[in-house]
């Protein structure tokens, strides 16, 4: 599917109040807490949006906090690219980066968890060319990431992570 083809949502109202970060961070929580307990029989599927019904996976991100120094997990959508595994820093369409990414940032080094398999993994953020390589996989992955793209003024980006091993 062509990032053309896909139907751009309205921004939904109220999506830069300051209780919408809070809920995300919330049901994050509780996401990580499901998908730890059970190895990802619970809590690898991300089924809102274009996802729903059928579902699309999720995988943990543990980074280094860049201000505490202590490890923090986020679930993501993904794709796989080769040996890579690439995430976006979308956050909805809110207008901040999401913390994880400025971890990442600050910190290259991190782990993916996929189901019950772990890997230590380097970040970077995918230069403009790899970008445009990787945006259109994505969307026809997650077509609510074209949408997203509209309700911010941000450029969000797209993460690789490459196994170290």
């Known amino acids: 599917m062509a990032t053309d083809m896909v139907k751009i949502k ?22 990580v807490a499901i998908y730890r307990w059970t190895g990802g029989l619970l809590g690898s599927k991300w089924r809102v949006g274009s996802a729903f019904p059928r579902g699309i996976p999720v995988l943990l ?16 959508v993904f794709i796989e690219d080769g040996c890579n595994v ?3 820093a ?37 230069s403009p060319e790899e970008r445009a390589a990787l945006w259109p996989k994505l969307v026809a992955h997650y ?16 993460v690789v992570l490459e196994p170290t091993g």
């Not at 991100?61 to 993501?76: D, E, H, I, V, Y």
């Not at 369409?93 to 380097?122: F, H, S």
């Not at 077509?143 to 797209?158: E, G, L, Q």
């Open 10 to 31: 309205p921004k939904p109202e109220g999506l830069d109040k300051p209780y919408v970060g809070k809920i995300i961070k919330t049901m994050s929580k509780v996401n």
């Open 61 to 76: 991100l543990t980074t280094t906090g860049r201000k505490s120094g202590q490890p923090r997990t986020a679930p993501l």
């Open 90 to 126: 979308s956050q909805g369409g809110l207008p901040k980066d999401p913390l994880w990414y400025k971890n990442l940032v600050a910190t290259a080094e991190c782990e993916v968890q996929i189901k019950r398999r772990k890997t230590k993994m380097m970040a970077h953020t995918a």
């Open 143 to 158: 077509p609510d990431f074209a949408s997203y793209a509209t309700w911010t003024d941000r450029i969000i980006p797209v």
């Open 86 to 88: 690439i995430v976006v």
